[in-house]
């Protein structure tokens, strides 16, 4: 069975930068593209990019272009989003997400809340 | 791509069918999957590739359509269905791959 564990809440401040990971156990982690999707407060869900760790070449909305990086590290199976310069906008609950034909798996969620 | 989801809030009772509709700004061919989503919980993937159900998936929920109409079904609703529902394209290539704004379906 797969599984995708997130690492914990955080709360930064301001102007700060936060990295999120994504551990994947159950499958061939590098056969499939991990993506990052966010959720703010009452809003939707919110595509950020994604990574597909066999090529370690990630893509990024055009929105979080310059302030996010995605990363994967094969050796762990774990998937990595750094999202910097934090605004309270940035506040939301981030989760990543293993592509196959949509989104077929899904990790916990990390809230990360942005305020100073 | 846009893909607009309607209605945006759909208020129904158990027994009843739903119908959400999603249209993508440009043809997206057969790319489309449906998610269900609980508060507290990551999103559940329910269709892709426009109507292939996921594993486990009820067969209460069905999905129709290509280029830039889709539909999702869900037929005799049940207590555990309210929730909120998004479409989503990965016909891009390269990404994004783009949600709609989401339906909210709940109880009359």
């Known amino acids: 069975q797969v599984q995708l564990v997130q690492s914990g809440a955080e709360v930064k401040k301001p102007g700060s930068s936060v990295k999120v990971s994504c551990k994947a156990s159950g499958g061939t982690f590098s056969s499939y593209a991990i993506s990052w999707v966010r959720q703010a407060p009452g809003q939707g869900l919110e595509w950020m990019g994604r990574i597909i760790p066999i090529l370690g070449i990630a893509n990024y909305a055009q929105k979080f272009q310059g302030r996010v990086t995605i990363t994967a590290d094969k050796s762990t199976s774990t998937a990595y989003m750094e999202l910097s310069s934090l605004r309270s906008e940035d506040t939301a609950v981030y989760y990543c997400?293993?592509?196959?034909?949509?989104?077929?798996?899904w990790g916990q969620g990390t809230l990360v809340t942005v305020s100073s | 791509i846009v893909l607009t989801q309607s209605p945006a809030t759909l208020s129904l009772s158990p027994g009843e069918r739903a119908t959400l509709s999603c249209r993508a700004s440009?043809?997206?061919?057969?790319?489309l999957a449906w998610y269900q989503h609980k508060p507290g919980q990551p999103p559940r993937l329910l269709i892709s590739?426009?109507?292939t159900r996921a594993t486990g998936v009820p067969a209460r929920f069905s999905g129709s359509g290509s280029g830039t109409e889709f539909t999702l079904t869900i037929s005799n609703l049940q207590s555990e269905d309210f929730a909120v529902y998004y479409c989503?394209?990965?016909?891009?290539?390269?990404?994004?791959?783009?949600f709609g704004q989401g339906t909210k379906l709940e109880i009359k």
């Open positions: 440009q043809n997206i061919n057969k790319y």
């Open positions: 989503q394209q990965y016909n891009n290539w390269p990404p994004p791959f783009t």
């Open positions: 997400a293993r592509e196959n034909r949509g989104f077929d798996y």
């Open positions: 590739g426009a109507s």
